[in-house]
Structures are given as structure tokens and as C-alpha cells.
């Protein structure tokens, strides 16, 4: 059987897409994994399927490059978002159901800003954080990011035993100035390095705030993908209204037999 999918990124964080309305393609671990490989298959971060949904516009269901279901992608539920608009599903302003409830975004041509989960519940390990913003993350401030080896450092924390069985995404952070941060951030499920994550870049700009490094409730994160925003409103220490934005892109358009 054919299906037609599209290929997205939002910061270099990239993603297969298929309108699974009728919800007939086989979502088997090791087909998802093939497509995701990047010598043998299309090559992504993850796979989303765009489904019907009583309580929203659709729903995204997020698996990662392993294979597996995925909890909470941000810069995969932007692209969704922007796939659905181009797919004429929905118009510029949607509300969509994913893995930890429903969403709201905004399109404004390449620009996705995006509603997140409130964040209330934050867990300090010495000078580290660790947030849920739709999926867990582990921040860790660095003088140099470019001089941390994401993977093998990343790799010993997401599986550290206190993490045992879910893991956590990791994130290293090099403060640039009061609103503005670069990170480099190592995913669970794809089990490396990414150019850029979404959730771990809300995580790491509500963590600052938190951390007293800024009092600032818009700030800009660089990533290897490039640039994201994060705003927010604070109060006691408890996040709402929380928004990642930045620009989304299709790459390319294709048809597979499986």
C-alpha cells in the first residue's frame, strides 16, 4: 500500500508526516524505525500521524526515531500544526490533542507559536533542574557548550539511575547574556544529539528564571538548528501562558509503498 507523507523541520528538528485521518497505516515499531533511519529510510527525528480527534481539530501522535511512542515533541507539534494549515485541515489558529493534552497555536506564514503545558512542579539536584514541560528534561548550566561531548555526557544522565525506566532528555546550557541562552540538548528515544528540541528549550528558559538568572519572561534560545523564543507569565515560582515560537519549514513531499 502507498502513503503520501511530507518532511518538515522546525530549527533543524526534523520530522516525517503523515495525514492518517482514516487511521489505515501500520504504526509497527520496526517500520518507523526504517523511516527514520537516515542511511536506509527517509531519515527524521521522529514520525508523526495527523488523526481525527472529537475534542480538538486532530491529533498528533508523536513516535520517536526509535520506534517507539513519544511523549510530548514541541518542535514536532509545530510542525504538525504547520502541516495541518498547509494541508488546509485547519486555518491560521488551531487547537489540537497530543500526549499531554490539548494544545493552542497560532501560523503566521513560516512562524508557529505554539501554547505549552503550565509548568509548576520543579526539582532542584545541586545546581541541576529537572522540568516537565510536556516531557522531562534535565538542565545543566556549562561554561562552554560547544566543548561538552552531548552524547557521552547525556547519555550517562539520561540512564543515571534515578531516571531509571523513562530516562530524561538532557540538556547543557552556556548563559550568553540575562535573556538569552545556547544549549545542546541529547533525546531520549532518538538517543543522541538533535539540532534543536523544543520542549528542552522551554525547560531551559523557564529553569533560568527559576534559578534566578534572569528575570526576564521572553527569552531567546540558540540551538545548532538556530533560534527559538520562549515567553511565559510567573507567578510564585509557578508557570503559565508559556509560548515556543519560531519558524517551520516543509523540505520535501513524498509517496512510499509499505
Known amino acids: 500500500m502507498k502513503f503520501k507523507f511530507s518532511k518538515y523541520q522546525a530549527n533543524g528538528n526534523d ?8 487511521q489505515n497505516f501500520p504504526k509497527k515499531h520496526i ?46 507539534a509545530r510542525c504538525s500544526a504547520k502541516f495541518a494549515s498547509d494541508e488546509k485541515i485547519i486555518s491560521k489558529h488551531t487547537n489540537f490533542m497530543a500526549h499531554d493534552g490539548i494544545h493552542q497555536c497560532r501560523i503566521d506564514k513560516n512562524m508557529v ?6 509548568i509548576v512542579n520543579i526539582k532542584k539536584i545541586g545546581g541541576d533542574i529537572i522540568i516537565d514541560s510536556g516531557s522531562p528534561h534535565y538542565v545543566k548550566i556549562v ?51 538533535t539540532l534543536s528540541c523544543g520542549t528542552g528549550a522551554t525547560a531551559v528558559a523557564v529553569a533560568m528564571h527559576y534559578s534566578n538568572e534572569t528575570s526576564s519572561n521572553k527569552i531567546e534560545i540558540s540551538s545548532e538548528g538556530g533560534k527559538m523564543r520562549v515567553e511565559f507569565n510567573e507567578n510564585e515560582k509557578k508557570y503559565s501562558d508559556i509560548y515556543l515560537i519560531g519558524l517551520v519549514k516543509k523540505i520535501f513531499v513524498g509517496e512510499i509503498k509499505i
Open 15 to 22: 520530522f516525517i508526516i503523515f495525514k492518517n485521518l482514516s
Open 31 to 76: 517500520i518507523v524505525k526504517e523511516l527514520c533511519s537516515r542511511r536506509f529510510g527517509i531519515g527524521a527525528d521522529g514520525v508523526i500521524f495527523i488523526e481525527n480527534c472529537e475534542e480538538s481539530d486532530f491529533k498528533m501522535v508523536y513516535y520517536n526515531s526509535d520506534g517507539r511512542l513519544g511523549s510530548f515533541c514541541g518542535n514536532g
Open 113 to 118: 507559536h505554539l501554547s505549552m503545558k503550565n
Open 143 to 193: 561554561k562552554n557548550v560547544r566543548k561538552v561531548n552531548v552524547f557521552e555526557n547525556g547519555r550517562k544522565i539520561r540512564n543515571d539511575k534515578l531516571f531509571r525506566g523513562e530516562g530524561i532528555n538532557v540538556n547543557f546550557v552556556q548563559i550568553k547574556s540575562k535573556d538569552t541562552y545556547i544549549i545542546r540538548t541529547y533525546e531520549r528515544g532518538v538517543e543522541n544529539e
